[in-house]
Every structure is written in structure tokens, then in C-alpha cells.
């Protein structure tokens, strides 16, 4: 059976790793995404330059929350407070996620999913966290 200290860890490096999945799109050609786009039912994918911009460099930040995730899950007492704020932030960035899909009119798969999950995951880390400190998990340490 998994102990709650090993879960813990075991869910930021899952979620790690899926984050750092966003580095292969950040190199994917244009038709690519294209393709991948209008499969999604958002129609032709702008061509313009700031559009390829803005989403390879969110894509570029999502690869770089998630190699975070990995480092942050080798220590998690020392990191608690950081993983703690991860986890509050990351459920005030589902909602405001959520308000903008809604807005900008995105499909409801979309806006019933982004969101959501972003709220889901930020609030299991954000109890995680809240337990490890009452649990008094212990990480290896470096020093």
C-alpha cells in the first residue's frame, strides 16, 4: 500500500510529467498545431506571428511548471510552503481560466475541462501540502 508521503510525490511527478509533455508542441510545425486545432473544433489556426508566440511560449512555461514539479517533489518538507502556494494558486488560476473560456466563447468541453481540472489539481496539492505538515512527512535532503 502507498503511504500518503509517496502518493504525494508520486502525484506532483505524474502531473510534472504531463506538464513537460507541452515541450513537444512548443517545437511542432505550424500545420501541426493547425491540424491539431481544427481537430479540436476551433477552427483555422491564425497564422500570425503573435499567435504562434503566445502559444509556444505558454507552452514553453507549462514545460517549465512541470520540470518545477519535479524538483519541488524531491524535498517536500523544505518545499512545503512553495508547493502549498502552487496549490492556491493554482486553484484561483483554474477559475480565472474558467471566466475566460466562458467569455471568450470556447466550446463547453473545453471551459467544463480547462478550468476544472486546474482548480481539481491545485486543490489536491494544496490539501497535500496541508497534510505533509500535520503528518510530519520527511524528504531525503542534498546537504
Known sequence: MIN???????FLRIAGSVALLALIAVFMPYS????IHQWLGLGELPSEPIVGYLARST?????CFGGLLWCLSFHL?????????????S???GVILLIIDLREGLPLYWSLTEGPVCIIF??????????????????????
Open 32 to 35: 501541426w498545431m493547425n491540424a
Open 91 to 93: 486553484i484561483v488560476f
Open 4 to 10: 500518503k508521503e509517496s502518493f504525494y510525490r508520486l
Open 77 to 89: 518538507n523544505r518545499y512545503r510552503p512553495v508547493i502549498h502556494f502552487l496549490g492556491a494558486t
Open 122 to 143: 491545485g486543490a489536491i496539492i494544496f490539501i497535500l501540502s496541508r497534510r505533509s505538515n500535520t503528518n510530519g512527512f520527511t524528504s531525503p535532503s542534498l546537504e
Open 59 to 63: 507552452l514553453a512555461f507549462y514545460a
